[in-house]
């Protein structure tokens, strides 16, 4: 696993790997698959492209099967020529970049839905609760135009327009300003699309300016730690979720998650845990179709393409031209107690 354990992202990072290891554990402690146990390694790339490609290939050197949970869309690019070279799959990356998907990436396998399509979910629960002034904000990136046009397409499906489109840069957001003024246009809603830490700042600055507006924003910020930072004006706030309720039994995933999670001494999870719960079952169910008793990347890879996956509730069908994965969206609330409600 090659991700940001350190840096803006580390929070939402970490949790996923737990919910990665979680079922690793469960799966090692009844003999692995294939007689193997299942080693999570990880790489810190300190979320930059950069650090992610040359972490890539150490990992690709030592003989990792796989890798998985990339996050970013920068990051995730950047592992395209390692994954390559090295035949090298990567499984459920944490990003909906539409440039990771169209056209197909022989050795990317999807396993959330797009950020055009929560975009346009997000959009459409606004639209839903009887909203009309609507802006986007959106940082300045390939991230940020790509979420950006499918909360467009949302208000289309919704006959609206954005009153206002507004860019502002990854590295210095100051929103402060923009805020101000969305504040004295009395716009009801903003959709908030950019990283963790940019977020936190716009709706901080949002809520000094005295404005009520709804904020909705997208999956990449359902962690307890974007609500840590938050504080009280987390509450309210919509956040798209990519994957079932976490709390719902009703769904066999979750039920199964819970289950091993309150075994492991955890009460409860959150939505990054449960998307690395996902990706892990995603690994060993692939594991399992593998011919032989050998495990190899290339076997591996063969057990992929053209498979049919219940991961429990949710269904997953590779082909050669497909490896989009769910298409499974959702909005939350960040309710009183700072956790996310559906």
Do not use: C
């Amino acid at each position: 696993m090659v991700a940001g354990f350190s840096g803006p992202v580390a929070g939402i990072v970490q949790e996923s790997a737990e919910g990665a290891k979680l079922y690793f554990d469960a799966i090692n402690a009844q003999g692995g698959v294939k007689g193997q146990t299942i080693e999570l390694v990880t790489q810190d790339d300190k979320y930059t492209p950069a650090n992610a490609a040359a972490a890539a290939k150490t990992l690709a050197g030592q003989g990792v099967l796989a890798l998985m949970l990339s996050r970013g869309t920068g990051p995730t690019e950047a592992l395209l020529p390692v994954l390559k070279e090295n035949k090298l799959p990567l499984l459920a990356p944490a990003t909906g970049a539409i440039s990771l998907r169209d056209p197909v990436q022989p050795w990317v396998y999807h396993l959330r839905a797009s950020h055009q399509k929560e975009a346009e979910r997000a959009v459409r629960h606004l639209a839903g609760i009887g909203v009309k002034r609507i802006t986007i904000v959106q940082v300045n990136d390939d991230f940020g135009n790509d979420a950006g046009k499918g909360a467009i397409k949302g208000l289309d499906d919704m006959k609206l327009r954005a009153l206002s489109h507004l860019r502002f840069d990854r590295n210095k957001p100051d929103l402060a300003p923009t805020m101000q003024a969305i504040t004295k246009a009395g716009i009801e809603a903003i959709v908030l699309i950019g990283p963790g830490y940019a977020v936190v700042e716009g709706i901080n600055a949002l809520r000094a300016a005295g404005s009520t507006a709804h904020v909705a924003t997208l999956s990449n910020n359902a962690s307890s730690d974007f609500v840590k930072q938050l504080g009280e004006n987390a509450r309210g706030t919509v956040v798209t979720q990519l994957f079932p309720y976490e709390r719902s039994t009703a769904n066999p995933m979750v039920r199964e998650a819970l289950g091993l999670a309150k075994a492991a001494g955890k009460s409860e999870l959150t939505p990054a845990q449960l998307e690395g719960f996902a990706a892990a079952k995603l690994v060993v169910e692939t594991l399992k179709r593998v011919n032989g008793k050998e495990i190899t990347r290339e076997g591996f890879v063969k057990a992929l393409d053209g498979a049919r996956i219940d991961l429990g509730g949710l269904q997953i069908h590779y082909t050669d031209k497909d490896h989009n994965g769910l298409e499974f969206t959702d909005v939350s609330i960040v309710g009183p107690d700072g956790k996310f409600w559906r």
